[in-house]
């Protein structure tokens, strides 16, 4: 009878799961199916709709983003392109439609160009998700443990030479894997999602203006404080907005 009690307890926990996940799959059909046809408010909807279930991956993030675009929103489009990008750092169509839509941007920087060194590896280290470096790093630790432990058995120099190689290969993977987590934990950023925004000395309405920012702009958001969040530019400029102003980029 405690096995069919199970049995039962199992079956009832997992009908809601199913029906979530057949709901979500009818949202995004939905939502395709409405930016084939047009409609790109009806499809930003049955997208959103999905987010608010506590779903997202890489693929929702791209199609929202391009719906956001096709309706004007440039801002959303902006915000959802990044969001894809942070899941996906490798996904060339977000890439490529995010360059797009910040060319809308009033407040655009253009950085120069780091030094060729740099460029490659920042480029190497946001190839991947945090989590990615640490299964590389795993498996790359699991790998030189298998050749130590054949070295034990077998003494052929190539073995001790791939051992070298190896750990090599993991300390740079784990320096990576660290600097990709701390980037992850430390640096919030967000985007300006109002049309015009004026940044203010101190977290309140009475504060001296400082300057204006405008949709689109991505921002680093510095610390949070009741309905209002201090945001830094590129340039370093600093200052609170209201928080309905601006989307975190999840």
Not at 206 to 229: A, D, P, Y
Request: aromatic share 14%.
């Amino acid at each position: 009878m405690s096995g069919l009690r199970n049995k039962s307890l199992i079956f009832f926990i997992c009908i809601p799961l199913f029906a979530v996940e057949e709901e979500i799959s009818q949202f995004y059909k939905n939502g395709m199916d409405a930016y084939k046809n047009g409609q790109y408010d009806l499809a930003i909807q049955e997208f959103e709709s999905i987010l608010s279930n506590n779903f997202d991956s890489p693929e929702l993030y791209y199609n929202l983003g391009n719906a956001f675009f096709r309706s004007g929103n440039t801002a959303g489009a902006i915000w959802a392109f990044e969001s894809c990008l942070k899941l996906s750092p490798t996904h060339s169509d977000a890439q490529y439609n995010l360059k797009l839509a910040n060319l809308k941007v009033i407040d655009r920087m253009d950085l120069p160009d780091p030094p060729l060194y740099l460029k490659w590896y920042l480029g190497m280290k946001e190839r991947f998700t945090p989590s990615a470096w640490i299964n590389i790093t795993l498996f790359i630790f699991l790998l030189f443990s298998l050749l130590a432990l054949i070295n034990r058995f077998v003494f052929f120099s190539i073995v001790k030479n791939l051992k070298g190689i190896i750990l090599t290969l993991f300390f740079i993977s784990l320096f990576l894997a660290s600097h990709s987590i701390w980037t992850d934990n430390s640096l919030n950023l967000g985007v300006i999602y109002s049309p015009k925004a004026e940044v203010r000395s101190e977290p309140n309405t009475f504060s001296t203006r400082l300057f204006e920012v405008h949709e689109g702009l991505k921002v680093s958001i510095n610390q949070l404080e009741n309905n209002w969040v201090e945001i830094e530019l590129l340039d370093g400029k600093t200052g609170w907005i209201s928080n309905d102003q601006i989307r975190l980029i999840q």
